[in-house]
């Protein structure tokens, strides 16, 4: 009695030692079972010229940024640091502490027919006032106003004072000037570092990818090596059992040859 | 030295996006094959391959290693090409070309084969893809794991919730039939018979 699970035990070579040998002894009496395993060999290597077609993946998977512990990968846009230059942000800090300056001082400026008048300082309204006089306001702080047209002793050396209080408040300017340059080197600084991981992990990624390339085409190449070994087995299968065939054939001609010269 | 998928699992089970990408790129070519083998459409095994991945990502938390990862991502992979079968109620297709290319099969060709031999061994191989798509799906499947992922029969049969000598019945019958279609598909062309 044949059995059809020891038949394809052995033909995926998985039986092994006592049943190994019983199956072998079995096949050297059983014509059937020989063909069978023949046959069922010979499927396996047709078997194995049907490859899938190349594929063409583009997908990771990535976190929704909406997930907890969110991970997005994005694409590196420029952002605001891109542009914001040191030279520019100097710019923009020196006009920041300007109107900061200007703000804190309140400093006004008119244009009339007598000229211009600086006016700094806090009060309700300024009432009007003689040529070259300097006076209180009302509020507990004051208020100054300088015809700088006609400028009195007095008027110059408030006019120098506010010269210099205004000095200083540059200085201090310059002070956060350069604190916001320090800022931005240090964020730049951050940046490349950043820049530097995201590069060290790319480079690492595509290390392990091509490797695993490497390893899929090896074994691809390998599979088809084994595929067309088979292929020149069962070539060369066929040839013998042709040239058998023929030798046959010759054989029995040769017979019927000699057969009749030995009648004549 | 590359990880073991084990490591990689573990590690992604800690949140590393990037083992789990890692372990995409490792099986997602032998899932697609198995995919395209069994519902022969192209672009539907890409679409499962890529869900197979997504449903494993979701339910990482969930496998405790009891068996290999490889395993567990044909388990998914297979029950979504059997939904797909169902859903589209019908018989795995054999996607052919539609002429043979000369060009295109020559830069295949290893230096040692023929153009000949190669449109010879194409022809074999559109026939084997349709007398697969032909076989009832339990011996397609059982094939396909054997020949094509060298699984043993132990892990199809656990795979498939089979006894072992079911799936040895199974790939029995299964040959069977490829033998018999395979006669006479290619058998007067190549001028070659099965014994």
Avoid at chain 1, 43 to 62: K, M, S, Y
Avoid at chain 2, 68 to 87: T, V
Wanted: hydrophobic letters at 45%.
């Amino acid at each position: 009695m044949c059995n059809k699970d020891d038949l394809v035990s052995y033909l995926y070579d998985d039986l092994g030692g006592a049943a190994r040998a019983a199956f072998e002894g079995h096949l050297r009496g059983c014509a059937e079972c020989r063909d069978e395993l023949a046959a069922m060999k010979g499927v396996r290597a047709d078997l194995l010229t049907w490859a899938p077609p190349e594929p063409d993946f583009a997908f990771r998977i990535v976190h929704e940024p909406r997930a907890a512990q969110a991970t997005v990968l994005r694409p590196d846009v420029p952002s605001w640091r891109a542009w914001f230059t040191p030279a520019a942000g100097l710019a923009a800090a020196a006009v920041l502490v300007l109107a900061a300056a200007a703000g804190l001082a309140r400093v006004e400026i008119h244009r009339d027919a007598d000229g211009f008048t600086v006016r700094t300082g806090w009060s309700a309204a300024a009432p009007a006032i003689a040529d070259g006089e300097v006076r209180a306001g009302a509020g507990a702080t004051r208020a100054r106003d300088v015809r700088l047209s006609v400028p009195g002793p007095d008027a110059m050396s408030e006019l120098e004072t506010r010269v210099a209080a205004l000095e200083a408040a540059s200085r201090n300017g310059a002070n956060v000037r350069n604190a916001a340059m320090l800022s931005a080197r240090t964020s730049n600084e951050e940046m490349l570092k950043v820049v530097r991981d995201l590069l060290a992990q790319s480079e690492g990624r595509q290390k392990t990818e091509l490797a695993i390339r490497i390893g899929q085409v090896l074994r691809d190449v390998d599979a088809q090596r084994v595929a067309d070994l088979n292929r020149v087995q069962q070539g060369l299968g066929r040839m013998d059992a042709s040239i058998a065939t023929e030798a046959e054939a010759r054989r029995e001609l040769t017979n019927i040859i000699l057969t009749n010269s030995k009648q004549r | 030295m590359s990880s073991t998928d084990e490591e990689l699992v573990a590690r992604s089970q800690g949140g590393d996006m990037d083992s789990f990408n890692q372990l995409v790129m490792r099986w997602e070519r032998p899932i697609y094959a198995l995919a395209y083998r069994t519902i022969g459409r192209e672009e539907d095994a890409r679409d499962v391959c890529q869900e197979t991945f997504l449903r494993a990502f979701r339910a990482l938390k969930g496998f405790k290693g009891q068996a290999k990862f490889s395993s567990w991502l044909y388990r998914i992979a297979l029950n979504l090409c059997r939904d797909w079968i169902r859903r589209e109620r019908r018989q795995p297709v054999a996607q052919a070309p539609e002429g043979v290319d000369l060009i295109e099969l020559a830069s295949e060709a290893t230096p040692a084969e023929t153009i000949e031999d190669l449109v010879a061994r194409q022809e074999i191989g559109q026939a084997v893809a349709r007398a697969m798509a032909a076989l009832p799906e339990d011996q397609r499947t059982a094939i396909i794991l054997k020949e094509y992922h060298g699984l043993t029969f132990q892990e199809i049969a656990d795979m498939l919730d089979c006894p072992l000598s079911t799936v040895k019945t199974r790939l029995y019958q299964g040959l069977s039939v490829l033998r018999r279609q395979l006669d006479r598909n290619t058998g007067f062309k190549t001028g070659y018979k099965h014994v």
